[in-house]
């Protein structure tokens, strides 16, 4: 019998979603998660779209120290955790077609699969959505940089604690790691 083999389909391009699968338990979380569910619409357009034009979506995701490969368990204990992560997870659940990849540190490509993913796609321009701007979105967007992936960061689709902090690491993303960060309906998605 021939080893198993693992297969990721060929695109240019994949929407990484990060970190919005979230009970939002840290201090001031219910508070951003409550502000977050319009950033979390736009998230769940841009995915649609995705979908649609044959860009595959991963979803990127803290595995909250459950140390578990179960994201079925990680939603459905989100889910449980309040209204506020509850009606995110909802919004933004993802779908049989979509990848899940399940981190332990801030960055979505350290000692995870996702590298590996992206290189057996022959990908090569990553739209980065999700939570938190200036943390585990900016970690990855830098991983993604510094392994020669061109970034694209719809601005509509991240979001921060403040407002400051939001547009700051936009900063960061534009200034150091070239990123583009038009709104989301202005970006081609191309398989």
Known sequence: MPPTRTHFPKSRTVVLVVDVINPFDFPGGQKFARAAVRTARA????????RR????????????GRWRSD????????????????RIVQILRPRKEDFVVLKSTISGFHQTPLEAMLRQGEVG????AGFVTGNCVLFTAADAYMRDFKLIVPRDCVADQT?????????KMRDLLKAKTPVASAIRLRH
């Open 43 to 50: 998230i769940a357009r841009l995915a649609d779209r995705a």
């Open 53 to 64: 034009a044959d860009v595959p979506v991963i979803f990127v995701n803290d595995n909250l």
């Open 125 to 128: 321009t990553i739209v980065l």
């Open 71 to 86: 994201s079925d368990a990680l939603i459905d204990h989100c889910i449980r955790s309040g209204a506020a992560s509850a």
């Open 163 to 171: 407002g400051d902090m939001h547009n700051s690491a936009l900063k």
